[in-house]
């Protein structure tokens, strides 16, 4: 690669220029073709080898030095990726990887993503970006019109859920603190057991105070009512926000959506949607009524590199009012006034969430359903939900196992009768270390105990009931 830069730095000659008319460089052309070979057997592979880590020792010992002043060449680089380093990862598109949240980028999203980098679109300004920011936006018109938002909504494509939800509460607390009074204050949010790590986590980086209603089921608006009202004048004066969950990543749980809505209207409250997982599901008819009241948040987060088939990394950040957004993340500097200059008009994504320089990350999802329809989609997350109701069958007529709860989205908390902790820790690292499956146990929180349970999760539409039964098998 390094010899394509250079050449396309000094002689400025398209690669095709250089191999075909000047016959030189016969290695970048075999590194290219070498690329694109790797590229099409891993995406024309449907069970790829199940890698598993090794230290760092070990790989710095299999592969040596890579970073050298006169470089390893192209060749050997990738020999070792290919040998050594690819090995020592697990795809998170293996149809026997159902743990965490696992992905399934399209063939099609996958080979933009190529296309993506070749292009060299700067993603933050239509000035620059036009052409794929128009794309990313025809994507983003899709993901608006499934939330059921009123016109006027719209949204930017970002790094993942945790950005996007960082984004979202930036935009939620600047809009608090219009109000003078609010000025200086340390904000305070409410959310559920069930919420994500990055609620949190994010909460730190914004510096606000998080308050959980003890659930990690479903989020009732009775839980969220005794919750505010349980708090001193001095936190209610703090309470800028609500998160609710579209999905709840453990559990594919979905918080009563349109109760968290009318509580947040009448306390005047952000009311921000976490369908970071779930939102896929908004696509899936035989769902979508779980969804109910989403249609009335004022920002909604939706990963598309987790239930929407594109390849990392690619989240999304919906706003009821784009404006407030605009007026939280909006950066000023006198090299960047040229931007919004009326000459270069158009949407300018970075003014809308926490980066500026960007990728065009929603351009490989733009052209996945350009090439496939919507229609695919709705089918192919209906396949995701149906593989989850099938494993809650084949549980049920296995003895060894039983639920733990009906499956939810495309969830499945079981727990395989008599085992302790350490049966289920053993089990995942055995499957692992097989190359066989990666499924992870997780934890369900019952009145007083965090019970150690296994767990899927299915993305990937080409995950077969014999990939779910030779999983149970393995508990035997
Ligand atoms: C995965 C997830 C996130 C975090 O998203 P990243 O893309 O990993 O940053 C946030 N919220 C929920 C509900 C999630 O499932």
Known sequence: MEVILMEKQFKRLPLLKIVFMYDIDMESVEMTLDVMKYVLNRITSVSPE???????????ALVGETITEEGIGGERAFQLFKDVLIKATVPIDHPRHLAFVPASPTRASIMFDLVTSASSIHGAYWMEGAGGIFCEMEAMKWLVSLTGLPQGAFGVFTSGGTAANLSAMVTARENWRKNPENIGQKGLMITSVGAHSSIKSMAKVIDADVLLVETEDRMSQEDLKEKIDSLSPEQRKRLFAVVATGGTTNAGIIDDLDGVAGICEAENLWFHVDAAYGGGALAADSVRHLFHGIERADSITIDPHKWLFSPYDCGAII??????????????????????????????????????????????LWFSLAMHGTDKYKSSVEQGISLAQLAGELIKENPNVELVREPSLSCVLFR???WTPDDYRNWTYKNHREGFALVTPTKWR???????????????????????LAILNSMD
């Open 50 to 60: 199940l890698g598993h880590p090794k230290s760092e020792e070990e790989l710095r």
């Open 446 to 468: 019952t009145a007083d105990d965090f019970e150690t349970i296994a767990r899927f999760c299915f993305i990937n539409p080409d995950t077969t009931k014999e990939d779910v």
């Open 319 to 364: 706003y009821k009012n784009p404006e407030l957004a605009k007026e939280a993340h909006s950066q000023e500097g006198s090299y960047l006034e040229i931007f919004k200059d009326p000459g270069a008009h158009g949407f300018n994504p970075s003014d809308y969430q926490i980066q500026l320089t960007r990728r065009v990350r929603g351009l490989p």
């Open 416 to 418: 395989r009768k008599g």
